[in-house]
Protein backbone atom coordinates (compact mmCIF):
# COMPACT_ATOMS: atom_id res chain seq x y z
CA UNK A 1 0.00 0.00 0.00
CA UNK A 2 1.32 3.55 -1.12
CA UNK A 3 2.30 5.93 2.31
CA UNK A 4 -0.17 8.14 0.40
CA UNK A 5 -3.28 5.86 0.88
CA UNK A 6 -2.42 5.94 4.42
CA UNK A 7 -2.78 9.83 5.13
CA UNK A 8 -6.30 11.54 5.38
CA UNK A 9 -7.50 13.98 3.42
CA UNK A 10 -7.13 17.90 5.04
CA UNK A 11 -8.73 21.30 4.39
CA UNK A 12 -7.38 24.16 5.13
CA UNK A 13 -9.52 27.06 6.43
CA UNK A 14 -7.88 30.72 5.21
CA UNK A 15 -9.55 33.66 6.83
CA UNK A 16 -8.24 37.01 7.06
CA UNK A 17 -8.71 38.74 10.28
CA UNK A 18 -8.21 42.28 10.72
CA UNK A 19 -6.90 43.84 13.73
CA UNK A 20 -5.59 46.99 15.36
CA UNK A 21 -3.47 45.42 18.16
CA UNK A 22 0.25 46.13 17.07
CA UNK A 23 1.23 42.86 18.91
CA UNK A 24 -0.80 40.74 17.61
CA UNK A 25 0.45 37.73 15.28
CA UNK A 26 -0.07 38.70 11.53
CA UNK A 27 -0.45 35.08 11.46
CA UNK A 28 -1.80 31.58 13.31
CA UNK A 29 -2.84 28.23 12.35
CA UNK A 30 -5.19 26.32 15.18
CA UNK A 31 -7.20 22.79 14.36
CA UNK A 32 -10.67 23.39 14.67
CA UNK A 33 -12.22 19.94 13.81
CA UNK A 34 -10.32 16.93 12.67
CA UNK A 35 -8.23 17.07 9.86
CA UNK A 36 -9.19 20.84 9.73
CA UNK A 37 -7.10 23.24 9.56
CA UNK A 38 -7.45 27.40 9.68
CA UNK A 39 -4.71 29.88 8.65
CA UNK A 40 -5.44 33.36 9.85
CA UNK A 41 -3.40 36.04 8.41
CA UNK A 42 -3.57 39.75 9.13
CA UNK A 43 -4.52 40.81 5.37
CA UNK A 44 -4.30 39.43 1.93
CA UNK A 45 -0.67 40.89 1.41
CA UNK A 46 0.18 38.50 4.53
CA UNK A 47 0.43 35.65 2.47
CA UNK A 48 4.23 34.33 3.59
CA UNK A 49 2.86 33.24 7.17
CA UNK A 50 0.20 31.17 5.47
CA UNK A 51 3.16 29.81 2.74
CA UNK A 52 5.21 29.07 6.24
CA UNK A 53 1.95 27.36 7.75
CA UNK A 54 1.28 24.92 4.40
CA UNK A 55 5.03 23.88 4.15
CA UNK A 56 4.72 22.73 8.00
CA UNK A 57 1.60 20.71 7.06
CA UNK A 58 3.01 19.93 3.54
CA UNK A 59 3.13 16.44 3.71
CA UNK A 60 0.54 15.63 6.48
CA UNK A 61 -2.48 14.89 3.98
CA UNK A 62 -3.06 12.98 0.73
CA UNK A 63 -4.83 15.19 -0.47
CA UNK A 64 -5.96 19.07 0.46
CA UNK A 65 -9.10 21.18 0.12
CA UNK A 66 -8.92 25.10 0.35
CA UNK A 67 -11.37 27.19 1.67
CA UNK A 68 -11.34 30.88 1.66
CA UNK A 69 -13.63 33.24 2.42
CA UNK A 70 -11.90 36.53 1.58
CA UNK A 71 -12.16 37.23 -2.05
CA UNK A 72 -9.09 39.51 -2.01
CA UNK A 73 -6.77 36.50 -0.22
CA UNK A 74 -8.68 33.85 -3.00
CA UNK A 75 -7.84 36.06 -5.96
CA UNK A 76 -4.23 36.39 -4.63
CA UNK A 77 -3.59 32.89 -4.73
CA UNK A 78 -5.03 31.59 -7.59
CA UNK A 79 -3.29 34.26 -9.44
CA UNK A 80 0.28 33.78 -8.33
CA UNK A 81 0.16 29.95 -6.99
CA UNK A 82 -2.60 28.10 -8.82
CA UNK A 83 -0.45 24.93 -9.14
CA UNK A 84 -0.29 24.76 -5.52
CA UNK A 85 -3.61 26.24 -4.85
CA UNK A 86 -5.34 23.63 -7.47
CA UNK A 87 -8.56 23.10 -5.04
CA UNK A 88 -8.77 26.66 -3.62
CA UNK A 89 -12.38 27.52 -3.55
CA UNK A 90 -14.12 30.75 -2.62
CA UNK A 91 -17.05 30.02 0.07
CA UNK A 92 -19.34 32.46 2.02
CA UNK A 93 -17.69 34.06 5.20
CA UNK A 94 -20.73 32.16 6.82
CA UNK A 95 -19.78 28.85 6.21
CA UNK A 96 -16.59 29.13 8.43
CA UNK A 97 -18.06 28.45 11.66
CA UNK A 98 -20.25 25.17 10.34
CA UNK A 99 -17.88 22.06 10.63
CA UNK A 100 -21.18 20.23 8.94
CA UNK A 101 -19.72 20.90 5.13
CA UNK A 102 -16.11 19.62 6.02
CA UNK A 103 -16.93 15.86 4.86
CA UNK A 104 -18.51 17.58 1.78
CA UNK A 105 -15.31 19.63 0.78
CA UNK A 106 -12.88 17.33 1.67
CA UNK A 107 -14.13 15.18 -1.60
CA UNK A 108 -13.04 17.96 -3.65
CA UNK A 109 -9.16 17.48 -2.12
CA UNK A 110 -6.63 17.37 -4.38
CA UNK A 111 -2.96 16.43 -3.60
CA UNK A 112 -0.46 18.87 -3.76
CA UNK A 113 2.38 19.06 -6.19
CA UNK A 114 5.77 17.36 -4.79
CA UNK A 115 8.43 19.31 -3.63
CA UNK A 116 11.68 18.74 -1.77
CA UNK A 117 11.51 20.40 1.88
CA UNK A 118 13.70 21.42 4.17
CA UNK A 119 11.79 22.80 6.62
CA UNK A 120 14.45 24.13 8.77
CA UNK A 121 15.23 26.83 6.07
CA UNK A 122 12.94 30.05 6.09
CA UNK A 123 10.45 30.48 3.57
CA UNK A 124 11.85 33.82 2.00
CA UNK A 125 15.17 34.68 2.16
CA UNK A 126 16.88 37.95 3.74
CA UNK A 127 18.12 38.31 0.24
CA UNK A 128 14.39 38.44 -1.42
CA UNK A 129 13.09 41.28 1.50
CA UNK A 130 16.54 43.25 1.69
CA UNK A 131 14.91 43.69 -2.84
CA UNK A 132 11.33 44.04 -1.57
CA UNK A 133 12.69 46.70 0.77
CA UNK A 134 14.61 48.84 -1.02
CA UNK A 135 12.13 48.99 -4.54
CA UNK A 136 9.80 50.16 -1.25
CA UNK A 137 11.91 53.25 -0.70
CA UNK A 138 10.91 56.54 -2.55
CA UNK A 139 11.50 55.69 -6.00
CA UNK A 140 13.86 58.14 -6.78
CA UNK A 141 16.69 56.70 -4.86
CA UNK A 142 15.44 53.07 -6.50
CA UNK A 143 16.36 54.17 -10.38
CA UNK A 144 18.72 53.06 -13.21
CA UNK A 145 21.44 55.36 -10.78
CA UNK A 146 21.62 52.73 -7.79
CA UNK A 147 22.32 49.66 -10.46
CA UNK A 148 25.11 49.08 -9.22
CA UNK A 149 23.73 47.80 -5.55
CA UNK A 150 20.52 46.69 -7.45
CA UNK A 151 23.27 43.73 -9.32
CA UNK A 152 24.98 43.50 -6.26
CA UNK A 153 21.11 42.43 -4.13
CA UNK A 154 19.93 40.58 -7.04
CA UNK A 155 23.26 38.19 -7.08
CA UNK A 156 22.78 37.90 -3.74
CA UNK A 157 19.46 36.70 -3.93
CA UNK A 158 19.99 34.21 -6.69
CA UNK A 159 23.21 32.85 -4.61
CA UNK A 160 20.83 31.94 -1.97
CA UNK A 161 18.04 30.28 -3.91
CA UNK A 162 20.65 28.37 -5.96
CA UNK A 163 21.94 26.92 -2.63
CA UNK A 164 18.48 26.44 -1.01
CA UNK A 165 17.63 22.96 -0.44
CA UNK A 166 14.23 23.41 0.09
CA UNK A 167 12.31 23.29 -3.54
CA UNK A 168 9.40 24.70 -2.06
CA UNK A 169 10.83 27.68 -0.98
CA UNK A 170 12.59 28.60 -4.13
CA UNK A 171 9.28 28.10 -6.08
CA UNK A 172 7.33 30.37 -3.90
CA UNK A 173 10.11 33.08 -3.72
CA UNK A 174 10.67 32.97 -7.86
CA UNK A 175 6.52 33.33 -7.50
CA UNK A 176 6.83 36.21 -4.80
CA UNK A 177 8.55 38.29 -7.56
CA UNK A 178 5.29 39.05 -9.35
CA UNK A 179 3.47 39.03 -6.30
CA UNK A 180 5.69 42.17 -5.00
CA UNK A 181 5.84 44.01 -8.44
CA UNK A 182 1.92 45.72 -7.65
CA UNK A 183 3.68 46.33 -4.20
CA UNK A 184 6.43 47.99 -4.13
CA UNK A 185 7.32 51.05 -6.50
CA UNK A 186 6.97 51.23 -9.88
CA UNK A 187 11.09 50.29 -10.99
CA UNK A 188 10.66 47.40 -8.39
CA UNK A 189 7.28 46.59 -10.48
CA UNK A 190 9.47 46.20 -13.48
CA UNK A 191 12.41 44.86 -12.14
CA UNK A 192 10.43 42.20 -10.49
CA UNK A 193 8.69 41.13 -13.23
CA UNK A 194 11.97 41.19 -15.69
CA UNK A 195 13.34 38.54 -12.86
CA UNK A 196 10.76 36.66 -12.69
CA UNK A 197 10.73 36.22 -16.40
CA UNK A 198 14.40 35.31 -16.54
CA UNK A 199 13.75 32.67 -13.85
CA UNK A 200 11.76 31.00 -16.16
CA UNK A 201 8.36 31.64 -14.37
CA UNK A 202 5.92 30.66 -17.04
CA UNK A 203 3.10 32.42 -14.72
CA UNK A 204 4.37 36.44 -15.87
CA UNK A 205 1.48 38.08 -17.33
CA UNK A 206 1.90 39.75 -20.70
CA UNK A 207 -0.93 41.47 -20.19
CA UNK A 208 0.59 43.06 -17.25
CA UNK A 209 4.16 43.65 -18.92
CA UNK A 210 2.80 45.57 -21.91
CA UNK A 211 0.24 47.66 -19.13
CA UNK A 212 3.76 49.01 -17.99
CA UNK A 213 4.49 50.66 -21.41
CA UNK A 214 1.09 52.55 -20.79
CA UNK A 215 2.04 53.55 -17.40
CA UNK A 216 2.16 57.16 -16.93
CA UNK A 217 4.02 56.78 -14.15
CA UNK A 218 6.92 56.46 -16.39
CA UNK A 219 8.64 59.12 -18.72
CA UNK A 220 8.44 58.80 -22.22
CA UNK A 221 11.96 57.84 -22.42
CA UNK A 222 11.37 55.16 -19.61
CA UNK A 223 8.48 53.59 -21.46
CA UNK A 224 9.92 53.31 -24.67
CA UNK A 225 12.74 51.42 -23.16
CA UNK A 226 10.28 49.28 -21.87
CA UNK A 227 8.62 48.54 -25.22
CA UNK A 228 11.71 47.99 -26.38
CA UNK A 229 12.89 45.13 -23.81
CA UNK A 230 9.67 43.64 -24.14
CA UNK A 231 9.81 42.85 -28.12
CA UNK A 232 13.18 41.46 -26.91
CA UNK A 233 11.93 39.38 -24.75
CA UNK A 234 8.76 38.26 -26.53
CA UNK A 235 11.23 37.52 -29.73
CA UNK A 236 13.56 35.37 -27.74
CA UNK A 237 10.25 33.11 -26.65
CA UNK A 238 10.37 34.50 -23.17
CA UNK A 239 6.83 35.60 -22.26
CA UNK A 240 4.29 32.68 -23.07
CA UNK A 241 1.30 34.81 -24.37
CA UNK A 242 2.81 36.96 -26.88
CA UNK A 243 0.68 40.21 -27.72
CA UNK A 244 -1.66 40.25 -30.57
CA UNK A 245 -1.46 43.13 -32.80
CA UNK A 246 -3.66 45.52 -30.79
CA UNK A 247 -1.95 45.59 -27.95
CA UNK A 248 1.25 46.00 -29.31
CA UNK A 249 -0.49 48.75 -31.91
CA UNK A 250 -2.12 50.69 -28.35
CA UNK A 251 1.27 50.66 -26.96
CA UNK A 252 3.18 51.96 -29.95
CA UNK A 253 0.78 54.22 -30.80
CA UNK A 254 0.96 56.13 -26.90
CA UNK A 255 4.79 56.72 -27.50
CA UNK A 256 4.29 57.81 -31.15
CA UNK A 257 1.76 60.35 -30.13
CA UNK A 258 3.68 61.23 -26.93
CA UNK A 259 6.94 62.26 -29.05
CA UNK A 260 5.21 63.61 -31.86
CA UNK A 261 3.49 65.85 -28.97
CA UNK A 262 6.44 67.05 -27.37
CA UNK A 263 8.03 68.36 -30.57
CA UNK A 264 5.50 71.58 -30.97
CA UNK A 265 2.57 71.93 -33.79
CA UNK A 266 2.79 70.08 -36.70
CA UNK A 267 1.90 72.02 -38.98
CA UNK A 268 0.61 71.25 -42.85
CA UNK A 269 1.18 67.66 -44.76
CA UNK A 270 3.69 67.89 -47.30
CA UNK A 271 1.28 67.63 -50.74
CA UNK A 272 2.53 65.53 -53.04
CA UNK A 273 2.89 68.21 -55.74
CA UNK A 274 5.08 70.08 -53.33
CA UNK A 275 7.69 67.01 -53.25
CA UNK A 276 10.59 65.87 -54.97
CA UNK A 277 9.78 62.91 -56.75
CA UNK A 278 13.57 61.89 -56.87
CA UNK A 279 14.02 61.86 -53.42
CA UNK A 280 13.31 59.11 -50.96
CA UNK A 281 14.25 58.89 -46.92
CA UNK A 282 15.21 54.67 -46.03
CA UNK A 283 14.86 54.58 -41.98
CA UNK A 284 15.45 51.60 -39.82
CA UNK A 285 16.17 51.64 -36.33
CA UNK A 286 19.95 49.94 -35.95
CA UNK A 287 22.10 49.65 -39.02
CA UNK A 288 25.12 47.48 -38.68
CA UNK A 289 26.62 45.70 -42.14
CA UNK A 290 25.26 43.28 -44.64
CA UNK A 291 25.34 40.33 -42.53
CA UNK A 292 22.71 41.70 -40.37
CA UNK A 293 19.59 40.76 -41.44
CA UNK A 294 17.48 43.81 -41.30
CA UNK A 295 20.09 45.87 -42.04
CA UNK A 296 20.31 43.55 -45.50
CA UNK A 297 17.03 43.95 -46.05
CA UNK A 298 17.58 47.85 -45.98
CA UNK A 299 21.09 48.09 -48.48
CA UNK A 300 18.60 45.88 -51.06
CA UNK A 301 16.04 48.32 -50.60
CA UNK A 302 17.94 50.82 -51.34
CA UNK A 303 19.73 49.20 -54.11
CA UNK A 304 16.56 49.24 -56.02
CA UNK A 305 15.43 52.58 -55.17
CA UNK A 306 19.25 53.74 -56.80
CA UNK A 307 19.51 51.55 -59.68
CA UNK A 308 15.90 50.53 -60.67
CA UNK A 309 14.07 53.80 -59.48
CA UNK A 310 16.54 56.34 -59.94
CA UNK A 311 15.91 57.38 -56.77
CA UNK A 312 18.63 59.61 -54.65
CA UNK A 313 18.26 57.90 -50.97
CA UNK A 314 19.17 58.83 -48.00
CA UNK A 315 19.44 56.63 -44.97
CA UNK A 316 18.57 57.53 -41.54
CA UNK A 317 19.82 55.21 -38.60
CA UNK A 318 17.78 56.63 -35.88
CA UNK A 319 19.27 54.21 -33.04
CA UNK A 320 16.44 53.47 -31.28
CA UNK A 321 16.80 49.61 -31.12
CA UNK A 322 16.83 48.65 -27.77
CA UNK A 323 17.92 52.30 -26.16
CA UNK A 324 20.36 53.17 -23.48
CA UNK A 325 18.47 56.21 -23.12
CA UNK A 326 15.39 56.19 -20.80
CA UNK A 327 16.93 52.90 -19.26
CA UNK A 328 15.67 51.83 -15.96
CA UNK A 329 16.00 49.45 -13.74
CA UNK A 330 15.58 45.58 -15.75
CA UNK A 331 17.27 42.63 -15.44
CA UNK A 332 19.49 41.49 -17.54
CA UNK A 333 18.53 44.46 -20.24
CA UNK A 334 19.30 44.35 -23.90
CA UNK A 335 21.18 47.16 -25.58
CA UNK A 336 21.93 47.11 -29.16
CA UNK A 337 24.82 47.60 -31.13
CA UNK A 338 25.94 50.80 -33.21
CA UNK A 339 26.99 50.46 -36.81
CA UNK A 340 30.92 52.13 -37.11
CA UNK A 341 30.22 53.60 -40.31
CA UNK A 342 32.23 57.36 -39.79
CA UNK A 343 30.95 58.50 -43.67
CA UNK A 344 28.37 60.40 -45.00
CA UNK A 345 27.98 58.54 -48.16
CA UNK A 346 27.95 54.63 -48.74
CA UNK A 347 27.82 52.64 -51.31
CA UNK A 348 26.54 48.94 -51.56
CA UNK A 349 26.48 47.17 -55.06
CA UNK A 350 27.02 49.66 -57.41
CA UNK A 351 24.05 51.83 -55.21
CA UNK A 352 25.43 55.25 -53.67
CA UNK A 353 23.44 56.94 -50.77
CA UNK A 354 23.73 59.13 -48.56
CA UNK A 355 23.85 58.01 -44.62
CA UNK A 356 23.10 59.83 -41.11
CA UNK A 357 23.16 58.10 -38.03
CA UNK A 358 21.38 59.42 -35.34
CA UNK A 359 22.94 59.44 -31.71
CA UNK A 360 23.41 56.85 -29.05
CA UNK A 361 20.99 59.35 -26.80
CA UNK A 362 17.63 58.34 -28.93
CA UNK A 363 15.16 59.04 -28.72
CA UNK A 364 15.48 62.59 -28.01
CA UNK A 365 13.07 65.47 -28.83
CA UNK A 366 16.34 67.61 -30.31
CA UNK A 367 17.73 65.25 -32.90
CA UNK A 368 13.52 64.28 -34.02
CA UNK A 369 13.13 67.76 -34.58
CA UNK A 370 16.24 67.61 -36.71
CA UNK A 371 14.68 64.52 -38.67
CA UNK A 372 11.82 66.59 -39.67
CA UNK A 373 13.99 69.95 -40.47
CA UNK A 374 15.87 67.55 -42.66
CA UNK A 375 12.40 65.98 -44.58
CA UNK A 376 11.28 69.77 -44.21
CA UNK A 377 13.38 71.29 -46.37
CA UNK A 378 14.14 68.22 -49.06
CA UNK A 379 10.64 66.82 -49.18
CA UNK A 380 11.16 63.50 -50.19
CA UNK A 381 8.69 61.87 -51.93
CA UNK A 382 7.60 59.34 -49.77
CA UNK A 383 9.44 57.53 -46.94
CA UNK A 384 10.63 53.56 -46.46
CA UNK A 385 11.10 51.92 -42.86
CA UNK A 386 12.49 48.55 -42.17
CA UNK A 387 11.60 47.18 -39.36
CA UNK A 388 9.91 50.14 -37.15
CA UNK A 389 10.63 53.86 -36.31
CA UNK A 390 9.45 55.87 -34.07
CA UNK A 391 10.83 58.77 -35.86
CA UNK A 392 9.38 57.61 -39.31
CA UNK A 393 5.88 57.69 -37.74
CA UNK A 394 6.19 61.13 -36.76
CA UNK A 395 7.88 61.76 -40.18
CA UNK A 396 4.61 60.48 -41.25
CA UNK A 397 2.89 63.59 -40.52
CA UNK A 398 4.58 65.28 -43.77
CA UNK A 399 5.11 62.82 -46.03
CA UNK A 400 3.42 58.80 -46.77
CA UNK A 401 6.03 56.18 -44.72
CA UNK A 402 5.74 52.27 -45.59
CA UNK A 403 6.61 49.79 -43.33
CA UNK A 404 8.64 46.53 -44.23
CA UNK A 405 8.88 44.07 -41.79
CA UNK A 406 11.71 41.95 -40.48
CA UNK A 407 9.64 39.29 -38.58
CA UNK A 408 7.14 36.87 -38.95
CA UNK A 409 4.14 39.68 -37.75
CA UNK A 410 2.51 42.59 -39.28
CA UNK A 411 4.05 46.28 -38.77
CA UNK A 412 2.23 47.65 -35.54
CA UNK A 413 2.64 51.28 -37.26
CA UNK A 414 1.13 54.67 -37.36
CA UNK A 415 2.50 55.08 -40.80
CA UNK A 416 -0.13 55.41 -43.99
CA UNK A 417 1.19 51.79 -45.30
CA UNK A 418 2.61 48.61 -43.52
CA UNK A 419 3.79 45.59 -46.03
CA UNK A 420 1.60 42.25 -45.62
CA UNK A 421 3.95 39.24 -46.70
CA UNK A 422 1.82 36.46 -46.96
CA UNK A 423 4.53 33.29 -46.63
CA UNK A 424 5.53 35.56 -42.97
CA UNK A 425 2.32 36.78 -41.70
CA UNK A 426 -0.39 34.00 -41.31
CA UNK A 427 -3.49 36.49 -41.13
CA UNK A 428 -4.43 40.13 -40.49
CA UNK A 429 -7.75 38.98 -38.90
CA UNK A 430 -6.90 41.10 -36.04
CA UNK A 431 -5.84 44.18 -37.66
CA UNK A 432 -8.88 47.02 -36.82
CA UNK A 433 -10.64 47.60 -39.95
CA UNK A 434 -9.94 51.20 -40.37
CA UNK A 435 -6.27 50.19 -41.22
CA UNK A 436 -7.04 47.77 -43.72
CA UNK A 437 -6.15 50.04 -46.54
CA UNK A 438 -3.27 50.66 -44.80
CA UNK A 439 -2.21 47.02 -45.93
CA UNK A 440 -0.05 46.35 -48.84
CA UNK A 441 0.25 43.08 -50.38
CA UNK A 442 3.74 42.65 -51.46
CA UNK A 443 5.85 39.20 -51.03
CA UNK A 444 9.67 40.57 -51.76
CA UNK A 445 12.44 38.07 -51.78
CA UNK A 446 16.40 39.37 -51.34
CA UNK A 447 18.70 38.81 -54.17
CA UNK A 448 20.38 35.40 -54.59
CA UNK A 449 23.52 35.35 -52.09
CA UNK A 450 26.78 34.47 -53.36
CA UNK A 451 29.99 33.45 -52.36
CA UNK A 452 32.76 36.03 -51.99
CA UNK A 453 35.88 33.11 -51.86
CA UNK A 454 36.03 29.88 -50.65
CA UNK A 455 36.35 27.36 -47.46
CA UNK A 456 37.40 23.77 -46.27
CA UNK A 457 35.90 21.88 -43.84
CA UNK A 458 39.58 21.69 -42.07
CA UNK A 459 39.64 25.36 -42.51
CA UNK A 460 36.65 25.29 -39.75
CA UNK A 461 37.90 21.65 -38.21
CA UNK A 462 34.88 20.19 -39.27
CA UNK A 463 35.41 16.34 -40.46
CA UNK A 464 35.57 15.46 -43.84
CA UNK A 465 32.89 12.23 -43.37
CA UNK A 466 29.69 12.59 -41.65
CA UNK A 467 26.85 14.38 -42.01
CA UNK A 468 27.10 17.66 -40.90
CA UNK A 469 24.69 20.05 -39.40
CA UNK A 470 24.69 23.54 -38.49
CA UNK A 471 22.92 25.91 -36.55
CA UNK A 472 23.56 29.55 -36.84
CA UNK A 473 22.44 32.36 -34.93
CA UNK A 474 23.44 36.28 -34.17
CA UNK A 475 21.60 35.22 -30.63
CA UNK A 476 21.84 32.04 -30.34
CA UNK A 477 22.89 32.45 -26.17
CA UNK A 478 18.89 33.09 -25.99
CA UNK A 479 17.98 30.36 -28.36
CA UNK A 480 19.72 27.63 -28.07
CA UNK A 481 17.74 25.56 -25.08
CA UNK A 482 18.36 22.20 -23.17
CA UNK A 483 15.98 20.41 -25.01
CA UNK A 484 17.38 21.35 -28.46
CA UNK A 485 21.04 20.52 -27.21
CA UNK A 486 19.55 17.11 -25.99
CA UNK A 487 17.80 16.34 -28.83
CA UNK A 488 21.21 16.61 -30.97
CA UNK A 489 22.89 14.59 -28.22
CA UNK A 490 20.78 11.81 -29.33
CA UNK A 491 22.57 11.70 -32.79
CA UNK A 492 25.36 9.04 -33.25
CA UNK A 493 28.42 10.53 -32.64
CA UNK A 494 30.63 8.64 -35.14
CA UNK A 495 27.80 9.89 -38.27
CA UNK A 496 26.83 12.94 -37.07
CA UNK A 497 29.02 16.81 -36.54
CA UNK A 498 27.58 20.20 -35.26
CA UNK A 499 28.75 23.27 -35.93
CA UNK A 500 27.77 26.22 -34.50
CA UNK A 501 28.08 29.82 -36.22
CA UNK A 502 26.99 33.50 -35.55
CA UNK A 503 27.44 34.66 -32.36
CA UNK A 504 27.74 31.63 -29.18
CA UNK A 505 29.58 33.34 -25.78
CA UNK A 506 27.99 30.27 -23.92
CA UNK A 507 29.63 27.44 -26.15
CA UNK A 508 32.27 26.72 -23.93
CA UNK A 509 29.84 26.83 -20.34
CA UNK A 510 27.65 24.37 -22.42
CA UNK A 511 30.14 21.92 -23.47
CA UNK A 512 31.21 22.00 -19.61
CA UNK A 513 27.80 21.10 -18.79
CA UNK A 514 26.93 18.57 -21.73
CA UNK A 515 30.76 16.94 -21.98
CA UNK A 516 29.49 15.07 -25.50
CA UNK A 517 28.50 17.68 -27.17
CA UNK A 518 32.72 19.21 -27.13
CA UNK A 519 33.22 15.76 -28.81
CA UNK A 520 30.96 16.24 -31.80
CA UNK A 521 30.87 20.03 -32.33
CA UNK A 522 32.53 23.29 -32.98
CA UNK A 523 32.28 26.49 -33.06
CA UNK A 524 33.38 28.58 -35.66
CA UNK A 525 31.94 31.84 -35.23
CA UNK A 526 30.36 34.70 -37.50
CA UNK A 527 30.90 33.94 -40.62
CA UNK A 528 31.65 36.79 -43.08
CA UNK A 529 30.90 34.31 -46.51
CA UNK A 530 27.46 33.21 -45.09
CA UNK A 531 27.35 31.19 -49.14
CA UNK A 532 30.85 29.78 -48.75
CA UNK A 533 30.12 28.69 -45.63
CA UNK A 534 26.67 26.90 -46.51
CA UNK A 535 28.54 24.84 -49.08
CA UNK A 536 30.61 23.21 -46.50
CA UNK A 537 27.60 21.96 -44.62
CA UNK A 538 24.52 18.71 -45.15
CA UNK A 539 21.96 20.60 -43.06
CA UNK A 540 20.69 23.27 -41.63
CA UNK A 541 19.09 22.73 -38.63
CA UNK A 542 16.85 25.89 -37.05
CA UNK A 543 16.43 25.84 -32.68
CA UNK A 544 13.02 26.91 -31.48
CA UNK A 545 13.18 30.87 -32.34
CA UNK A 546 11.61 33.54 -33.77
CA UNK A 547 14.11 34.83 -36.37
CA UNK A 548 16.78 33.10 -38.32
CA UNK A 549 14.48 33.54 -42.04
CA UNK A 550 17.68 35.06 -44.18
CA UNK A 551 20.29 32.71 -43.18
CA UNK A 552 17.69 29.90 -43.96
CA UNK A 553 17.12 31.67 -47.11
CA UNK A 554 21.10 31.63 -47.94
CA UNK A 555 20.82 27.64 -46.87
CA UNK A 556 18.42 26.85 -49.26
CA UNK A 557 19.96 29.31 -52.46
CA UNK A 558 23.19 26.58 -52.42
CA UNK A 559 20.56 23.21 -51.84
CA UNK A 560 21.14 22.45 -48.25
CA UNK A 561 18.12 20.96 -46.32
CA UNK A 562 16.54 23.35 -43.64
CA UNK A 563 14.74 21.42 -40.23
CA UNK A 564 12.92 23.71 -38.40
CA UNK A 565 9.27 23.55 -36.33
CA UNK A 566 6.55 24.98 -37.94
CA UNK A 567 6.77 28.57 -36.20
CA UNK A 568 8.84 31.76 -37.09
CA UNK A 569 10.85 33.31 -39.89
CA UNK A 570 12.73 30.46 -40.99
CA UNK A 571 9.68 28.26 -41.33
CA UNK A 572 7.75 31.65 -43.55
CA UNK A 573 10.63 30.56 -46.43
CA UNK A 574 11.29 26.68 -45.77
CA UNK A 575 7.43 25.63 -45.81
CA UNK A 576 6.35 22.63 -44.79
CA UNK A 577 8.16 20.30 -46.52
CA UNK A 578 11.19 21.18 -44.52
CA UNK A 579 8.85 21.64 -41.24
CA UNK A 580 8.11 19.02 -38.22
CA UNK A 581 5.74 19.63 -35.43
CA UNK A 582 8.21 18.42 -32.45
CA UNK A 583 12.10 18.61 -31.64
CA UNK A 584 11.25 14.47 -31.47
CA UNK A 585 10.24 14.85 -35.06
CA UNK A 586 13.31 16.25 -35.79
CA UNK A 587 15.30 13.93 -34.03
CA UNK A 588 13.31 11.18 -36.00
CA UNK A 589 14.35 13.24 -39.39
CA UNK A 590 17.58 13.62 -38.53
CA UNK A 591 18.08 9.89 -37.90
CA UNK A 592 16.77 9.01 -41.25
CA UNK A 593 19.82 10.62 -43.05
CA UNK A 594 22.29 8.36 -42.10
CA UNK A 595 20.02 5.00 -42.36
CA UNK A 596 19.17 5.97 -45.37
CA UNK A 597 21.75 8.66 -47.41
CA UNK A 598 19.26 8.91 -50.05
CA UNK A 599 16.59 10.71 -48.55
CA UNK A 600 19.40 13.39 -47.49
CA UNK A 601 20.33 13.41 -51.28
CA UNK A 602 16.76 13.97 -52.57
CA UNK A 603 16.33 16.48 -49.31
CA UNK A 604 18.89 18.53 -50.83
CA UNK A 605 17.36 18.86 -54.82
CA UNK A 606 14.30 20.02 -53.19
CA UNK A 607 16.40 22.40 -51.14
CA UNK A 608 17.56 23.73 -54.36
CA UNK A 609 13.88 23.70 -55.69
CA UNK A 610 12.23 25.38 -52.91
CA UNK A 611 14.50 28.41 -53.89
CA UNK A 612 13.41 28.37 -56.91
CA UNK A 613 9.86 28.49 -56.35
CA UNK A 614 10.51 31.55 -54.01
CA UNK A 615 12.24 33.59 -56.34
CA UNK A 616 9.47 32.68 -59.07
CA UNK A 617 6.96 33.87 -56.62
CA UNK A 618 8.82 37.07 -55.30
CA UNK A 619 7.69 40.58 -56.35
CA UNK A 620 10.37 43.12 -57.09
CA UNK A 621 11.20 46.08 -54.85
CA UNK A 622 9.61 48.37 -57.70
CA UNK A 623 6.42 46.67 -57.56
CA UNK A 624 6.11 48.25 -53.47
CA UNK A 625 7.50 51.52 -54.44
CA UNK A 626 4.60 51.46 -57.51
CA UNK A 627 1.60 50.71 -55.00
CA UNK A 628 2.79 53.39 -52.25
CA UNK A 629 2.53 55.61 -54.87
CA UNK A 630 -0.37 54.50 -56.71
CA UNK A 631 -2.12 53.74 -53.12
CA UNK A 632 -4.99 55.65 -51.51
CA UNK A 633 -3.10 57.20 -48.61
CA UNK A 634 -0.43 58.76 -50.45
CA UNK A 635 -1.56 62.41 -49.80
CA UNK A 636 -2.40 62.33 -46.27
CA UNK A 637 -1.05 62.49 -42.95
CA UNK A 638 -0.91 59.48 -41.11
CA UNK A 639 -2.09 61.12 -37.69
CA UNK A 640 -2.79 64.24 -35.99
CA UNK A 641 -1.69 65.32 -32.24
CA UNK A 642 -2.49 67.94 -30.50
CA UNK A 643 0.55 69.52 -28.92
CA UNK A 644 2.11 69.65 -25.49
CA UNK A 645 3.63 72.85 -26.04
Known sequence: MAITECKPKGIFLLTVVQTDEVEQPSSSVSHIADNVLEVKVASANDIEPLLIALRQYYNTFSAVCFLCSDVELYNELARYFPEIFQSLLKVPSTEASDAGWFTEYAEQAKPLPYFDLATAEPLVSEELKQLVAFFQLDERLTDIAEQEAIANMTQAFIARLSAQRCAFSAFVQIRLLSFFAGKVNKYGDSYFRSLALKFGDNSVSGEDLWRLVLDT???????????????????????????????????????????????????????????NSSIVFVFIGQFLSPNHAPSKIVLETIKALCLSAKKQVVLIDTCELLPVNGALPWYDAAYANRGQYKADSLTFEGARFNYLQLSAGMPNSDEIAGVVDLVKTYKPYFTITVGESLVADIISQWVPNVVVPTVARLPHTLSQYRVFNKRFIANADDVPEALNQSILSVDMLPERPIAH?????????????????????????????????????????????????????????????????????VNAGYQQDLVAFMQLVDVYVNPPRSGGGL???????????????????????????????????????????????????????????????????????????????????????????????
Open 551 to 645: SALCALSVSVPVLTLKTGDVYAYAGDEFAVATLSDMLSKLRSFHQDPARLTALKTQAGARFLVLEQQSDKYTDLFDKVVAGPLFNQPSFTVESNQ
Open 453 to 521: GSLTRSMLQLPEQGIVLAVLGNRLDAEITDEFISMLLQLPTKAYFIVFAGVFRGYDALCAKYPALKDMS
Open 217 to 275: RFSLKERFFLYNQLLSVEFNGLIKDRADFKTRYTAFSSLVKGFAASLGEAGPFIDQNDR
